[in-house]
């Protein structure tokens, strides 16, 4: 089996001072087509996990490959490479370059990846139409709604036509409301075939749209769980709020 | 009285604020409202109705129906007495799963092992009961009915807070 991101007993040890194991052993593996939620509280390993599989960061020991990229013997321009072209990004804050446009936020990926910028430009476009935001093309990032700039950061994510969608606390900054569109929207995205790795402190984000939920804690893995979407449950089934005993 | 009766009490008194109604129109209706979440016994409406008619909180029309069922509506004093419930905030006691506290309370006592899984099974549940209710809550959100979306999305908080009671639990008695 081709695995899209294939995790063999990894492990990160932080030397800096008092000696940390952030990721203990971890033996992890995930299809194409996988929406994967990562959920742990803080210091259970899932921000040194998803650092590695972004190529961010090295693992101390065990090998890790995404997309038939070995990270663990990749060069650093390999690395670069990698997360250009490989990995779209959709981040807590956004991380959307504030003196650009809308649009030129999002072709900015593709134009660092060698894309021509007609085409990159057209892209972009695209996109944002897709995802809703035609009409603010021109803005700047400063002048859009949380809910809005991270919709302009999933398209700035799809640009390069990512294997791979990391997706870390995307609502972290947002309302309930615009938390649920941009879930929405990756949810839309995972069933046209995106795979994506969400990490997330959040059990409502995790198992209320992964569809498999990975727990680390203490830098391993606590529990890997398939859930079952749409399950045609009665409403009292889940909720009671009153009525006789079943 | 508290709870459950208090606010099946004020429910079928808030419906009959509305417009006269039927015993069983009553109980649909009620269950209607409350997304499916409460399945209500006839007998315990037509219990309830005479409770409130008893008190002159609701009054028969004095027109039977075509099948010579009963049509109530609200009286002033009932209205009164609804507005001054909704107004009330909610300070009943807390309510917790006893069969859970329970099961956690006696395997405490027992060898690490059987707390651990019982955690863990625990937690499996409550992962696919939040699944659950976020379709639920997306269904009625796409039929328009943003109550109910709401108390689906309660059930998921509350969830939320079971899944931190569990991690709260680990962290104090259940390291492996």
């Known amino acids: 089996m081709g695995w899209l991101i294939d995790i063999t007993e990894v492990s990160k040890v932080f030397?800096?001072?008092?000696?940390?194991?952030?990721?203990?052993?971890?033996?992890?593996?995930?299809?194409?087509?996988?929406?994967t939620a990562v959920m742990g509280a803080s210091g259970s390993g899932k921000s040194t996990l998803l650092n590695l599989v972004a190529g961010l960061d090295r693992a101390t020991s065990g090998r890790i490959v995404v997309d038939g990229i070995d990270l663990t013997r990749a060069n650093e321009s390999q690395l670069a490479r990698y997360r250009r072209s490989h990995v779209g990004f959709v981040f807590q804050f956004f991380n959307l370059l504030s003196n650009l446009t809308v649009l030129e936020n999002v072709m900015v990926p593709a134009e660092l990846a060698g894309m021509r910028s007609g085409e990159a430009r057209a892209r972009a476009a695209e996109l944002l139409?897709?995802?809703?935001?035609?009409?603010?093309?021109?803005?700047?990032?400063?002048?859009?709604?949380?809910?809005?700039?991270?919709?302009?950061?999933?398209a700035r994510a799809l640009i390069n036509r990512p294997a791979l969608v990391l997706a870390d606390e995307p609502t972290g900054a947002l309302d309930s409301r615009s938390g649920d569109?941009?879930?929405?929207?990756?949810?839309e995205l995972n069933r046209r075939g995106q795979t994506i790795l969400l990490v997330t402190h959040d059990a409502k984000l995790a198992a209320g749209h992964g569809r498999r939920v990975v727990t680390l804690r203490d830098g391993r893995v606590h529990d890997d769980v398939r859930l079952q979407p749409q399950r045609a449950a009665e409403p009292a089934e889940l909720v009671r709020l009153g009525g006789d005993e079943a | 009285m508290y709870g459950q009766g208090m606010s099946l009490r004020f429910g079928v008194l808030g419906l009959l604020a509305e417009e006269p109604?039927?015993?069983?129109?009553?109980?649909?209706?009620?269950?209607?409202?409350?997304?499916?979440?409460?399945?209500v016994n006839i007998g315990s409406v037509y219990q309830v109705l005479q409770r409130l008619e008893r008190d002159g909180l609701v009054e028969a029309t004095g027109d039977r129906g075509d099948r010579g069922r009963q049509a109530y509506r609200a009286t002033i004093a009932g209205i009164s007495g609804l507005n001054e419930w909704l107004e009330d905030p909610d300070s009943q006691p807390q309510l917790l799963r006893e069969d859970f506290y329970v099961r956690l309370l006696l395997l405490g006592r027992h060898p690490n092992g059987h707390l651990a899984r019982l955690l863990d099974r625990q937690r499996r549940v409550y992962l696919q009961r939040m699944r659950d209710l976020a379709d639920q809550e997306?269904?009625?959100?796409?039929?328009?009915?943003?109550?109910v979306a709401l108390l689906f999305k309660g059930g998921q908080l509350h969830?939320?807070?079971?899944?931190?009671?569990?991690?709260?639990?680990?962290?104090?008695?259940?390291?492996e």
Do not use: C, P
């Open chain 2, 159 to 175: 969830t939320e807070a079971e899944l931190k009671f569990l991690d709260a639990v680990v962290d104090e008695m259940g390291k």
């Open chain 2, 138 to 147: 997306k269904i009625a959100r796409e039929d328009g009915r943003l109550q």
């Open chain 1, 15 to 35: 030397t800096g001072g008092a000696r940390t194991v952030a990721l203990d052993d971890v033996t992890l593996q995930i299809a194409a087509g996988e929406f």
């Open chain 1, 129 to 154: 139409k897709e995802l809703g935001m035609a009409d603010v093309h021109r803005s700047y990032a400063a002048n859009l709604s949380g809910g809005q700039r991270q919709r302009v950061a999933i």
């Open chain 1, 181 to 187: 569109q941009v879930m929405g929207l990756l949810v």
């Open chain 2, 21 to 39: 109604l039927h015993g069983y129109e009553v109980k649909t209706r009620f269950e209607e409202m409350l997304g499916g979440t409460w399945k």
